[in-house]
């Protein structure tokens, strides 16, 4: 296979594998630093270099569980509910590693916020794709504290900065990887040559 087929596989069979599919095998770190590092050849707008990341493993799982659970139960006196803290405090535990997606807004640059989420979901997609050359199972979950700003600071994160999620990481189950579907391009492209 050429080095453009590669790509062009790696990019088709790029797949959400959810912690229900993780075997409870341990990824290598070599493979975590291999997706950091290629996050870091992310395009970006005047090269701002938005993208900033907390890995937690091993006992920093327990760690990531506990704030999340106790920060939910502070903000939600009103409305909380035992499931999703149990959800919280537990979910981090079913991976081998999960990886905060935080946004570092450089205010000087003046660039537009939205430029500089773009260029770290690129880099969370260059993770995503190395990943999946590896076999090891990924999604990017926007849901628990993503959207609390009293999250930020656990995360290293300032007043300007976004918190955009969890990638939560862990080796697949069995050789059996899903396949996909998409509706055909056609349907969502618009040609103007002249």
């Not at 935080?102 to 990943?131: F, S, Y």
């Amino acid at each position: 296979m050429d080095f453009i087929e590669t790509v062009n596989e790696i990019i088709k069979t790029r797949r959400s594998i959810y912690t229900n599919m993780f075997s409870g095998e341990l990824v290598d770190d070599k493979v975590i630093e291999n997706m950091l590092d290629n996050a870091n050849w992310a395009p970006t707008h005047k090269l701002t270099e938005p993208w900033r990341f907390v890995i937690f493993k091993e006992e920093g799982l327990k760690k990531l569980g506990d704030f999340q659970s106790d920060l939910y139960k502070q903000q939600n006196s009103d409305s909380f509910k035992e499931e999703t803290y149990t959800k919280l405090k537990n979910k981090p535990l079913e991976c081998s590693h999960v990886i905060a997606i935080g946004m570092h807004r450089d205010e000087e640059q003046k660039i537009p916020e939205i430029e500089e989420i773009c260029a770290t979901a690129c880099a969370v997609q260059n993770m995503w794709l190395t990943a999946s050359a590896h076999k090891v199972g990924c999604y990017w979950s926007t849901g628990g504290v993503t959207f609390y700003e009293e999250a930020k600071p656990f995360f290293g994160l300032g007043k300007h900065d976004l918190l955009l999620g969890f990638l939560y990481i862990g080796m697949p189950k069995g050789d059996k990887w899903p396949t996909g579907k998409r509706k055909p391009i056609e349907s969502k492209i618009k040609w103007v040559s002249g």
